[in-house]
């Protein structure tokens, strides 16, 4: 239940950022961090150095790594948590647990600003990621996530690390309705290290399908 409740205030927050207005310049970068309740937040170096994928559901590659996608955006980045979230991830840590919880990639050109919104993942092997979506969705989630928990446990035998899912892209007040997978692998020209469907390493020279 109280995952569900977490999930659902994070949804509620979501569509908040939504209906704000994220235009360019520090004056109004800086307003639309207040009424968010978005503060700066120093990831773990474990997110950082991690692959991550790139679609909730049915992905078709590992990316990364995680510092790797932030080099190749181009403008200012800065990493922020909502306030909220921070004082649930500081509670779980005194009760000893590392829940998976959210992070925003704020990215800062002249001419826009972009929020790429990270699910971090602190599951140590594939089982963990799936209980996780099975706490949440039921016995829905063999239906919804059967098909990738096979294909990231064959991931972390080759070595893998899997850190994040990249969930959403917000620009210009909206989210878009492309999967992240899509749009940085066409807009932006991120190449996959990971061919899930396949099971193996890709090569750099390899044609995306």
């Not at 309740?37 to 909730?56: C, D, K, M, T, V």
């Amino acid at each position: 239940m109280a995952k569900k409740r977490a999930h659902l205030a994070f949804l509620l927050m979501l569509a908040g950022l939504m209906m704000a207005p994220a235009t360019a310049g520090a004056a109004s970068v800086e307003a639309f961090r207040q009424q968010n309740g978005l503060l700066s937040h120093n990831p773990p170096a474990w997110f950082l150095e991690g692959g991550f994928i790139a679609r909730e559901k049915n992905p078709n590659y590992v990316f990364g790594p995680v510092q790797d996608f932030v080099a190749a955006l181009s403008g200012k980045t800065t990493w922020l948590i909502e306030d909220l979230e921070l004082e649930r991830l500081e509670q779980a840590a005194k009760e000893g647990k590392r829940p998976e919880y959210s992070l925003f990639l704020e990215a800062v050109t002249s001419d826009r600003v972009q929020y790429w919104v990270f699910v971090v993942l602190p599951h140590e092997n594939a089982q963990a990621w799936f209980d996780a979506r099975r706490a949440f969705h039921g016995r829905k989630a063999s239906g919804y996530y059967g098909e990738t928990h096979k294909q990231l446990e064959r991931a972390l035998r080759q070595g893998l690390k899997i850190r994040a899912e990249l969930r959403f892209l917000i620009e210009k007040g909206a989210t878009s309705l492309q999967e992240p997978e899509d749009v940085i692998i066409g807009k932006y020209k991120i190449r996959p290290i990971f061919d899930l469907g396949a099971g193996r390493r890709m090569d750099p020279a390899a044609k995306i399908q």
